[in-house]
């Protein structure tokens, strides 16, 4: 019988495909899409996304190890830097490898404890993980929409 964690692994690597399938096809190119008058960049979702999961490595779920600056949580808005695709490549390995690693620790009691942060209250640490979930696959479907009908 496998545990809550392995369980909570599973389904976020299954929902984190629909980003990291994506990224096997992306060029630099594409980095600098918007669709419209949209502010955010196909480069500015990638490092979004990598930025909320050193977030919730480090935030939610207590990872004192994680090293993160969150420009895109900080500035709220695409500043254009986001343009080098090996890097942000490097900076998803990243965030993918620290969030997986701390959650990889968690024991199924702790699923149930509590936490608090400002941007979604109080939760458990289940109810918070699905909000890493269903944050990664918004914003891979937003990439989607973005590199497909989107111009530099």
Same mark, same amino acid.
């Not at 369980?7 to 980095?31: G, H, P």
């Not at 343009?83 to 620790?105: A, C, D, H, P, R």
């Given at each position: 019988? +496998? =545990?809550?964690?392995? /369980? !909570?692994?599973?389904?976020?690597? #299954?929902?984190? =495909?629909? !980003? ?12 600098? +899409? ?14 979004? /996304? ?7 490595? %480090?935030?939610? !779920?207590?990872? $004192?190890?994680?090293?993160?600056? $969150?420009?895109?949580?900080? #500035? %709220?808005?695409? &500043?254009?830097?986001? =343009? ?5 490549? #490097?900076?998803? @390995? ?5 969030? %997986?690693?701390?959650?990889? +620790? ?7 404890? &509590? ?9 458990? +640490?289940? #109810?918070? !993980?699905?909000? /890493? @979930?269903?944050? =990664? ?13 989107? &111009?530099?």
């Amino acid at each position: 019988m +496998k =545990t809550k964690t392995q /369980i !909570f692994l599973e389904l976020w690597q #299954e929902a984190r =495909t629909r !980003f990291t399938n994506q990224i096997q096809n992306i060029t630099e190119q594409d980095l600098l +899409k918007k669709l419209g008058t949209s502010s955010n960049s196909v480069g500015f979702l990638i490092r979004h /996304i990598g930025d909320v999961e050193l977030l919730f490595a %480090k935030n939610v !779920f207590g990872d $004192a190890n994680v090293k993160v600056v $969150a420009k895109t949580v900080i #500035e %709220k808005r695409d &500043t254009g830097e986001w =343009t080098n695709l090996q890097e942000l490549i #490097e900076y998803i @390995v990243y965030s993918f490898e620290s969030l %997986k690693s701390i959650v990889e +620790k968690q024991t199924d009691i702790d699923w149930e404890t &509590t936490i608090t942060t400002n941007e979604f209250g109080t939760k458990t +640490k289940a #109810e918070a !993980f699905g909000r /890493i @979930v269903s944050h =990664t696959a918004y914003h891979a479907g937003q990439m989607a929409i973005v590199n497909k009908y989107g &111009t530099n």
